[in-house]
């Protein structure tokens, strides 16, 4: 029936209970498989109520597919973005990291079991070399976009990772954690 335009709702609603129930042919545990007449549905699809139904689900369809077919662009998007994370030395990095933390958060909570300056640094590492923010202000109500973010977090603390080993607990605890 699917394959003739019909959906589950447009089934209960002009079709309602079945003519027949058979034990599923596919799986024995699963429901068992509703059966119409021909002749019913073929009145049915005859019908307005019909017609307009399945004008209304094959919309959604293309909507859905069209969707669909954005977020696939900006998940490619993504992931082909170069992300590039400068190397510097350590006493090069901290007081940067530092100073941009203490101005978007104040006084420093870590949580346990991470070193503040690890927390800092990856922040600072995230945020301002990277055009991270830029990247996803680009997105700002897109088809996709959280998905997007949660990649780009990804590759990001990845890179962060691999420029900086040292770094790498902090990175992976950050891609523990859920999105905000």
Not at 12 to 34: C, V
Not at 69 to 83: D, F, G, S
Not at 148 to 175: N, T
């Amino acid at each position: 029936m699917r394959a003739r335009g019909w959906t589950a709702g447009m089934i209960r609603r002009l079709l309602g209970e079945p003519d027949l129930r058979r034990p599923n042919p596919f799986l024995r545990t699963a429901p068992p498989s509703r059966l119409y007449g021909v002749e019913r549905v073929e009145a049915a699809e005859r019908s307005e109520e019909f017609r307009a139904a399945s004008a209304v689900a094959a919309r959604r369809s293309a909507a859905v597919k069209e969707a669909s077919r954005r977020r696939r662009e900006v998940l490619a998007r993504i992931a082909a973005e170069p992300i590039e994370v400068p190397v510097l030395a350590p006493d090069r990095l901290a007081a940067p990291a530092v100073a941009y933390r203490d101005r978007r958060e104040g006084p420093p909570q870590s949580p346990p079991g991470c070193s503040d300056l690890d927390r800092r640094t990856v922040d600072y590492l995230r945020h301002r070399p990277a055009r991270y923010d830029d990247i996803l202000d680009e997105l700002s109500g897109r088809t996709g976009r959280a998905a997007a973010e949660h990649l780009l977090r990804r590759r990001v603390y990845a890179a962060i990772s691999q420029a900086y080993p040292d770094l790498a607990q902090e990175c992976e605890r950050r891609c523990g954690l859920p999105d905000r």
